[in-house]
């Protein structure tokens, strides 16, 4: 199978396999064994393959093949990357021995083959105060928070009045903090009352009806944006993925094909818009579990644009779509999503423009696209501080509560900001006019 070729118009084209291979080899990503093998290490991940090279003998070429123990050349039987780059590297060496230039550096035999590994800096005297002081800043900042929502207008009726909104999605997010079951969760809920944060005390069997109310959703979902607000000057850039949450219920089915029933957790998939420095999420999608990423990209574009300027935005190969090109080409965004392997130039465009950058400029592309691991750091940070799953049982009470988890990470990630950027920890009092940000809601 011969290697693909992109075509960019009059007349030249680029081998891509040809490109890759050269990286590699400039790379010195290249290193000979002692018995004449070679290892090629892989630019994006831990991964080496054994290259080696063989006589070519006219007589016996079927036999004496170069050999490689990479997937591609187990399937197609052909030269892949890792053998042309030895290839160039053996050129290289050869065109220094006859003009006299000194020998390529070797890694001594026996000493173990070492690439250096991106450290990043961490401030941690910042990390320290925040930690050690989040969680009375938590319940401050909570309480800030809730007491921006306009109460709706309840009529007068027998029974005992209602607990106000504000109350209830105090105690809502601060239960989910606490990690408690609703029982457990009494005495901290009655310290927030002693210290003002909240006016009454709500049952647990309250807090449980709050959450199983459809309607909570959509203040609890105007809540994210709200809370991300405070670090709108430090995020430009931004990643999108999905994760799931499991549930303590099973869902069951009959399977006719075998005769027997089957089981497995309940979960519900989020989809969110996060940013790459603070890990603040902006945006929030959950919809069908088994619904897909990429239809939940513009939405969450869409979202984000609210509060925050995108000027980039990465995503992994679940998102390739011309449409979501086409989201952030809209909002004079860049996109850094990946392609997948039968991607090509397409009709041009944004798209042609990455997919050319992603091919022959390699390194500039994935220095940007490897932001996107900052997404998986957020959920990361969720599921270790707020637990991988979720307590409720309906699936309405199961949404809202990964929302009001989420809720809590904002406001843990802006007490991270203040102590380490000097941000502001304050929620505004009123809604800002271009964020378009409503809290009132009717019950």
Same mark, same amino acid.
């Given at each position: 199978?011969?290697? %693909?070729? #992109?075509?960019? !118009? $009059? @007349? =030249?084209?680029?081998?891509?396999?040809?490109?890759?291979?050269?990286?590699?080899?400039?790379?010195?990503?290249?290193?000979?064994?002692?018995?004449?093998?070679?290892?090629?290490?892989?630019?994006?991940?831990?991964?080496?393959?054994?290259?080696?090279?063989?006589?070519?003998?006219?007589?016996?070429?079927?036999?004496?093949?170069?050999?490689?123990?990479?997937?591609?050349?187990?399937?197609?039987?052909?030269?892949?990357?890792?053998?042309?780059?030895?290839?160039?590297?053996?050129?290289?060496?050869?065109?220094?021995?006859?003009?006299?230039?000194?020998?390529?550096?070797?890694?001594?035999?026996?000493?173990?083959?070492?690439?250096?590994?991106?450290?990043?800096?961490?401030?941690?005297?910042?990390?320290?105060?925040?930690?050690?002081?989040?969680?009375?800043?938590?319940?401050?900042?909570?309480?800030?928070?809730?007491?921006?929502?306009?109460? %709706?207008? #309840?009529?007068? !009726? $027998? @029974? =005992?009045?209602?607990?106000?909104?504000?109350?209830?999605?105090?105690?809502?997010?601060?239960?989910?903090?606490?990690?408690?079951?609703?029982?457990?969760?009494?005495?901290?809920?009655?310290?927030?009352?002693?210290?003002?944060?909240?006016?009454?005390?709500?049952?647990?069997?309250?807090?449980?009806?709050?959450?199983?109310?459809?309607?909570?959703?959509?203040?609890?979902?105007?809540?994210?944006?709200?809370?991300?607000?405070?670090?709108?000057?430090?995020?430009?850039?931004?990643?999108?993925?999905?994760?799931?949450?499991?549930?303590?219920?099973?869902?069951?089915?009959?399977?006719?094909?075998?005769?027997?029933?089957?089981?497995?957790?309940?979960?519900?998939?989020?989809?969110?818009?996060?940013?790459?420095?603070?890990?603040?999420?902006?945006?929030?999608?959950?919809?069908?579990?088994?619904?897909?990423?990429?239809?939940?990209?513009?939405?969450?574009?869409?979202?984000?644009?609210? @509060?925050?300027?995108?000027?980039?935005?990465?995503?992994?190969?679940?998102?390739?779509?011309?449409?979501?090109?086409?989201?952030?080409?809209?909002?004079?965004?860049?996109?850094?999503?990946?392609?997948?392997?039968?991607?090509?130039?397409?009709?041009?465009?944004?798209?042609?423009?990455?997919?050319?950058?992603?091919?022959?400029?390699?390194?500039?592309?994935?220095?940007?696209?490897?932001?996107?691991?900052?997404?998986?750091?957020?959920?990361?940070?969720?599921?270790?501080?707020?637990?991988?799953?979720?307590?409720?049982?309906?699936?309405?009470?199961?949404?809202?509560?990964?929302?009001?988890?989420?809720?809590?990470?904002?406001?843990?990630?802006?007490?991270?900001?203040?102590?380490?950027?000097?941000?502001?920890?304050?929620?505004?009092?009123?809604?800002?006019?271009?964020?378009?940000?409503?809290?009132?809601?009717?019950?």
């Amino acid at each position: 199978m011969s290697a %693909p070729a #992109l075509n960019l !118009g $009059r @007349g =030249r084209a680029v081998d891509i396999q040809k490109e890759k291979a050269r990286e590699l080899a400039d790379r010195g990503r290249c290193v000979q064994n002692p018995d004449g093998s070679w290892f090629v290490f892989s630019l994006t991940s831990s991964n080496k393959y054994k290259v080696v090279l063989n006589d070519m003998d006219p007589k016996t070429a079927a036999h004496n093949r170069h050999t490689c123990t990479c997937p591609a050349f187990e399937l197609h039987q052909d030269g892949c990357k890792h053998i042309r780059a030895v290839l160039w590297v053996k050129r290289q060496d050869d065109a220094d021995r006859r003009e006299g230039n000194p020998p390529r550096e070797r890694i001594p035999d026996g000493e173990p083959i070492r690439f250096p590994r991106k450290t990043y800096t961490q401030n941690w005297p910042a990390y320290e105060a925040a930690q050690t002081n989040e969680k009375a800043e938590f319940l401050q900042l909570l309480s800030d928070l809730c007491r921006m929502i306009v109460e %709706p207008e #309840l009529k007068r !009726g $027998r @029974g =005992r009045p209602r607990a106000s909104l504000a109350d209830q999605v105090f105690a809502a997010c601060y239960k989910v903090y606490s990690g408690f079951s609703g029982r457990r969760f009494t005495t901290d809920l009655r310290d927030a009352v002693d210290k003002g944060h909240i006016g009454e005390a709500i049952s647990y069997s309250g807090i449980a009806r709050f959450l199983e109310d459809e309607e909570s959703y959509p203040l609890l979902h105007s809540l994210i944006m709200q809370t991300a607000l405070p670090l709108k000057g430090l995020e430009t850039k931004f990643a999108a993925d999905s994760s799931g949450f499991s549930a303590c219920k099973f869902d069951r089915w009959y399977d006719a094909k075998y005769g027997r029933m089957h089981q497995e957790h309940s979960w519900v998939k989020v989809h969110i818009m996060t940013g790459v420095l603070t890990n603040v999420v902006t945006a929030v999608e959950i919809g069908n579990k088994e619904a897909g990423d990429c239809p939940m990209f513009p939405p969450l574009v869409k979202a984000t644009t609210v @509060g925050f300027k995108i000027e980039e935005a990465s995503a992994d190969k679940a998102y390739g779509s011309h449409e979501n090109y086409d989201t952030l080409e809209a909002i004079g965004a860049i996109p850094y999503i990946a392609f997948k392997i039968n991607a090509s130039e397409g009709n041009g465009g944004l798209w042609a423009k990455m997919y050319h950058l992603f091919c022959l400029q390699k390194d500039e592309f994935l220095r940007h696209y490897h932001q996107r691991s900052n997404v998986e750091s957020t959920f990361s940070m969720v599921k270790r501080k707020l637990g991988d799953s979720v307590r409720s049982k309906t699936d309405i009470a199961m949404k809202n509560e990964v929302l009001a988890k989420l809720i809590c990470h904002n406001i843990c990630c802006v007490i991270q900001s203040a102590y380490e950027f000097g941000v502001e920890p304050i929620f505004a009092t009123e809604p800002e006019h271009d964020s378009k940000m409503i809290l009132k809601f009717h019950f």
